[in-house]
């Protein structure tokens, strides 16, 4: 019957090698039909507990073999169908039967997403929910939730080679979040690039190289070019106009149109009044 | 006695016009009275007199023989005890308040009195004193029931006259169906159920142009959402609707800081803090509201702080708000000092407060801030300063994480100093002269346009009486006439009397 056709599927997906996760999306359509037939994709208030449990561990396996295949658009819709399900209170969930194992990881990934992409805003909606719905002693124990927090903050903060030790290895809670890291890597390498821009008058190579990142004099001169920074004698030049251009832009000088509209602004509006 | 009630209502309504509020009048007869102002108000299509009506409400709701008096208050309205109307509000009421009749059934909507079309009002006013008494003694499952048929029964209605008891029937529906197992933010409350209805009122308000309940709904529906975290939702319905220009005072209030709510979750920390720097501005200060305020206050300074302004001494020591604010006003001190430590102090000492008040989660935004001013601090007293030393003064926890900081702040603007890598210093260079730009002018040019702004806002606000331009007309041109009576009589007073004889003036 359609039910144990998904719990062959979800069987299958199980021992998936990572060389043959291209079948993956097929397995995961049919087991999507299946679900269907099951009546049991979207839950309503009949789904049985058996079903519910199929239905969970089906879509979160798909949400993390899109993650592993790098399809961000499936991961979001993925996310999207589970939602609902997560939102059910305890009550529904047979404790026989179980609960859906990788809720915390899915919600990490997502979360990790936005981070990536630059959405705060979002990322610290969804933070609100959670912190509503499952309350800070869960959300601290918690590591997969914890280390987008922790990226978020150091971002923030600026402290970028605490994000740096972060995607190293060993503090990655699992092989997907490892995914994001390159992502990661790459916008902070931006961020520290525009920020020395205007920190530092010049920097010596072998100095950049560790603050970039890179791992080789090479890369550091590539990586200069491609931001249109001058590299001679062994140190970087940074361009310095854009300092000028504000300063500028504030001369009281030419800005006299703006400061005479204001005025004769002024003027009018007083006449009204007196 | 309901008799003597009868003649004295008649009686009394000269007296509640031109005395004015009169605490110490018994409940019934305020009630009964206030049926005098509604008819009022249905006659001469003023929503004041409703208004007024329901103004007493905070002040009957506290009496001892509330119930009673609601009861004594219905038996007035319809005399006729097997009037349908009437059994629906008394099967509310406890037992001994009521006159059990084995009624004859009135068929489907039931024998009306034959003056009905004034009594709808009273009988919805009458609907919201049980709502009252409902939710003062607590009996929440009752009053969510009674009150989901009630808002079906106004809406039915699509009176004008019935605009603002509506809006408030609606308030309390919200408000018990809040007050159910599970409560928010669980996602099974059954807020969540009451959505539909609230969104199908609003649709019927803004078709109907029914300002005051599209205004009550509308807060009622962001509250709603807000309370289960559904920001997204939330701001979604404030993109799609407009909210009536022509809303009261108090609505306003409320929606501009729900809004201010949504936007700092979203991190628009500009527009969240101008709009809850209205809503403190428009709210009152004392009284039952004083809560609102305190509120109001407490997410208006969180979000200064997370702008990287500090909010001022004088706010903290109003009488209305200083206990209130004390963890705030420790939070402050933290943050300007640039101070980590005190700061993550602050915050886990106060921790259930700053949950209670929905701002824990902004508050923990505010490391970055702290780690800023931390900076600011440091670029302003010193010329040149070791990465080392920042790094121990900060409490960060590596030099190079000092380095990155600072770096990130320099490009922030948030100072202006430059990095010597080699030697692991920063320096700061002399600030800019501020007078010799623009700066100055445009700060001044932004208050003259906000108060000039706030200047028109009260001119069109100021209400005239419907007639009075008439009599100026008509003042305006006697006084003319005598003007040119007046004139008439010097030129030919001069003209008789030349010369020498003194003048005569007016």
């Given at each position: 019957?359609?039910d144990n056709e998904v719990k062959q599927l979800i069987s299958h997906l199980d021992t998936l090698k990572p060389s043959t996760l291209t079948?993956?999306?097929?397995?995961?359509?049919?087991?999507?039909?299946?679900?269907?037939?099951?009546?049991?994709?979207?839950?309503?208030?009949?789904?049985?507990?058996?079903?519910?449990?199929?239905?969970?561990?089906?879509?979160?396996?798909?949400?993390?073999?899109?993650?592993?295949?790098?399809?961000?658009?499936?991961?979001?819709?993925?996310?999207?169908?589970?939602?609902?399900?997560?939102?059910?209170?305890?009550?529904?969930?047979?404790?026989?039967?179980?609960?859906?194992?990788?809720?915390?990881?899915?919600?990490?990934?997502?979360?990790?997403?936005?981070?990536?992409?630059?959405?705060?805003?979002?990322?610290?909606?969804?933070?609100?929910?959670?912190?509503?719905?499952?309350?800070?002693?869960?959300?601290?124990?918690?590591?997969?939730?914890?280390?987008?927090?922790?990226?978020?903050?150091?971002?923030?903060?600026?402290?970028y080679d605490k994000v740096w030790g972060e995607t190293k290895g060993e503090r990655v809670p699992s092989e997907e979040f490892g995914v994001?890291?390159?992502?990661?890597?790459?916008?902070?390498?931006?961020?520290?690039?525009?920020?020395?821009?205007?920190?530092?008058?010049?920097?010596?190579?072998?100095?950049?190289?560790?603050?970039?990142?890179?791992?080789?004099?090479?890369?550091?001169?590539?990586?200069?070019?491609?931001?249109?920074?001058?590299?001679?004698?062994?140190?970087?030049?940074?361009?310095?106009?854009?300092?000028?251009?504000?300063?500028?832009?504030?001369?009281?000088?030419?800005?006299?149109?703006?400061?005479?509209?204001?005025?004769?602004?002024?003027?009018?509006?007083?006449?009204?009044?007196? | 006695?309901?008799?003597?009630?009868?003649?004295?209502?008649?009686?009394?309504?000269?007296?509640?016009?031109?005395?004015?509020?009169?605490?110490?009048?018994?409940?019934?007869?305020?009630?009964?009275?206030?049926?005098?102002?509604?008819?009022?108000?249905?006659?001469?299509?003023?929503?004041?007199?409703?208004?007024?009506?329901?103004?007493?409400?905070?002040?009957?709701?506290?009496?001892?023989?509330?119930?009673?008096?609601?009861?004594?208050?219905?038996?007035?309205?319809?005399?006729?005890?097997?009037?349908?109307?009437?059994?629906?509000?008394?099967?509310?009421?406890?037992?001994?308040?009521?006159?059990?009749?084995?009624?004859?059934?009135?068929?489907?909507?039931?024998?009306?009195?034959?003056?009905?079309?004034?009594?709808?009002?009273?009988?919805?006013?009458?609907?919201?004193?049980?709502?009252?008494?409902?939710?003062?003694?607590?009996?929440?499952?009752?009053?969510?029931?009674?009150?989901?048929?009630?808002?079906?029964?106004?809406?039915?209605?699509?009176?004008?006259?019935?605009?603002?008891?509506?809006?408030?029937?609606?308030?309390?529906?919200?408000?018990?169906?809040?007050?159910?197992?599970?409560?928010?933010?669980?996602?099974?409350?059954?807020?969540?159920?009451?959505?539909?209805?609230?969104?199908?009122?609003?649709?019927?308000?803004?078709?109907?142009?029914?300002?005051?309940?599209?205004?009550?709904?509308?807060?009622?529906?962001?509250?709603?959402?807000?309370?289960?975290?559904?920001?997204?939702?939330?701001?979604?319905?404030?993109?799609?609707?407009?909210?009536?220009?022509?809303?009261?005072?108090?609505?306003?209030?409320?929606?501009?800081?729900?809004?201010?709510?949504?936007?700092?979750?979203?991190?628009?920390?500009?527009?969240?803090?101008?709009?809850?720097?209205?809503?403190?501005?428009?709210?009152?200060?004392?009284?039952?509201?004083?809560?609102?305020?305190?509120?109001?206050?407490?997410?208006?300074?969180?979000?200064?702080?997370?702008?990287?302004?500090?909010?001022?001494?004088?706010?903290?020591?109003?009488?209305?708000?200083?206990?209130?604010l004390y963890p705030y006003f420790k939070l402050v001190q933290a943050v300007r000092v640039g101070d980590l430590q005190a700061f993550l102090?602050?915050?886990?000492?106060?921790?259930?407060?700053?949950?209670?008040?929905?701002?824990?989660?902004?508050?923990?935004?505010?490391?970055?801030?702290?780690?800023?001013?931390?900076?600011?601090?440091?670029?302003?007293?010193?010329?040149?300063?070791?990465?080392?030393?920042?790094?121990?003064?900060?409490?960060?926890?590596?030099?190079?994480?000092?380095?990155?900081?600072?770096?990130?702040?320099?490009?922030?603007?948030?100072?202006?100093?430059?990095?010597?890598?080699?030697?692991?210093?920063?320096?700061?260079?002399?600030?800019?002269?501020?007078?010799?730009?623009?700066?100055?002018?445009?700060?001044?040019?932004?208050?003259?346009?906000?108060?000039?702004?706030?200047?028109?806002?009260?001119?069109?606000?100021?209400?005239?009486?419907?007639?009075?331009?008439?009599?100026?007309?008509?003042?305006?041109?006697?006084?003319?006439?005598?003007?040119?009576?007046?004139?008439?009589?010097?030129?030919?007073?001069?003209?008789?009397?030349?010369?020498?004889?003194?003048?005569?003036?007016?």
């Open positions: 019957m359609a079948q993956a999306p097929q397995l995961l359509s049919r087991a999507k039909l299946a679900l269907l037939k099951l009546h049991a994709l979207v839950p309503g208030a009949q789904t049985s507990p058996q079903h519910l449990l199929l239905a969970a561990t089906v879509l979160e396996y798909g949400a993390l073999i899109s993650i592993r295949l790098k399809d961000t658009d499936a991961f979001t819709r993925y996310y999207q169908q589970l939602q609902p399900f997560y939102s059910l209170p305890a009550e529904r969930w047979n404790s026989r039967v179980g609960k859906p194992s990788n809720q915390s990881k899915v919600t990490g990934l997502y979360l990790l997403l936005l981070l990536s992409v630059g959405d705060y805003a979002g990322f610290h909606t969804v933070l609100e929910g959670l912190e509503m719905s499952a309350g800070k002693e869960q959300m601290e124990k918690d590591q997969f939730i914890q280390y987008p927090v922790r990226l978020e903050q150091a971002l923030m903060e600026g402290s994001f890291s390159e992502v990661l890597i790459t916008t902070i390498r931006s961020e520290i690039a525009s920020c020395s821009e205007r920190a530092y008058p010049s920097l010596p190579i072998s100095n950049a190289k560790n603050l970039l990142f890179l791992d080789s004099e090479g890369a550091v001169v590539q990586f200069a070019q491609s931001r249109g920074w001058v590299a001679k004698d062994g140190r970087i030049y940074f361009p310095q106009q854009e300092e000028e251009m504000l300063a500028a832009e504030k001369d009281v000088m030419s800005s006299s149109g703006m400061v005479i509209e204001n005025t004769l602004g002024y003027a009018r509006k007083l006449e009204t009044i007196v | 006695m309901a008799d003597k009630m009868d003649v004295d209502a008649v009686n009394g309504e000269k007296e509640e016009e031109t005395v004015g509020p009169a605490p110490d009048l018994p409940a019934e007869r305020i009630i009964t009275n206030n049926f005098n102002l509604i008819n009022q108000a249905v006659d001469a299509f003023d929503a004041r007199f409703t208004l007024r009506a329901l103004r007493n409400i905070s002040t009957i709701r506290k009496a001892p023989n509330f119930p009673e008096a609601i009861a004594i208050g219905i038996r007035t309205a319809f005399p006729k005890p097997q009037n349908n109307a009437r059994r629906v509000l008394e099967t509310m009421l406890p037992e001994q308040y009521k006159n059990v009749q084995n009624g004859e059934a009135a068929g489907g909507e039931g024998v009306k009195d034959p003056d009905v079309v004034e009594i709808a009002e009273v009988w919805a006013y009458l609907g919201v004193l049980v709502q009252v008494y409902l939710y003062d003694t607590q009996q929440y499952k009752k009053g969510a029931q009674f009150s989901e048929n009630f808002v079906e029964k106004v809406r039915s209605f699509n009176r004008r006259t019935m605009d603002s008891i509506g809006a408030k029937a609606y308030f309390y529906y919200a408000l018990f169906h809040e007050n159910l197992d599970p409560k928010p933010p669980s996602k099974q409350s059954p807020v969540i159920d009451i959505r539909p209805k609230l969104l199908s009122a609003l649709r019927s308000a803004v078709l109907r142009k029914d300002a005051e309940t599209q205004s009550a709904v509308t807060v009622l529906l962001l509250r709603n959402y807000i309370s289960t975290a559904d920001i997204t939702q939330a701001d979604l319905l404030v993109a799609q609707t407009q909210f009536p220009s022509s809303a009261a005072n108090n609505q306003v209030c409320r929606y501009l800081y729900y809004i201010g709510r949504i936007r700092a979750i979203q991190l628009a920390y500009t527009q969240a803090h101008s709009h809850l720097e209205s809503a403190t501005r428009k709210s009152p200060t004392t009284g039952p509201a004083a809560g609102f305020y305190q509120q109001a206050t407490k997410l208006l300074i969180v979000v200064e702080l997370l702008m990287g302004d500090i909010p001022e001494r004088s706010l903290f020591r109003q009488p209305a708000l200083e206990a209130a102090k602050c915050v886990s000492a106060n921790e259930p407060q700053f949950r209670k008040d929905g701002t824990y989660t902004l508050t923990l935004r505010l490391r970055q801030n702290v780690i800023k001013t931390g900076v600011r601090m440091l670029s302003l007293s010193y010329s040149r300063i070791s990465l080392h030393d920042i790094c121990t003064r900060l409490g960060v926890d590596s030099e190079e994480s000092a380095e990155y900081i600072t770096a990130k702040a320099i490009r922030d603007g948030v100072i202006e100093a430059s990095l010597d890598h080699q030697q692991g210093h920063l320096v700061t260079t002399a600030p800019r002269d501020a007078y010799s730009t623009t700066e100055p002018s445009e700060a001044f040019h932004a208050r003259i346009t906000a108060l000039l702004g706030m200047r028109d806002e009260c001119v069109m606000a100021m209400r005239y009486p419907m007639n009075k331009h008439r009599q100026e007309i008509a003042e305006a041109a006697k006084a003319r006439e005598r003007e040119r009576e007046l004139a008439k009589e010097i030129v030919e007073g001069e003209g008789d009397e030349e010369g020498e004889e003194q003048f005569e003036g007016m």
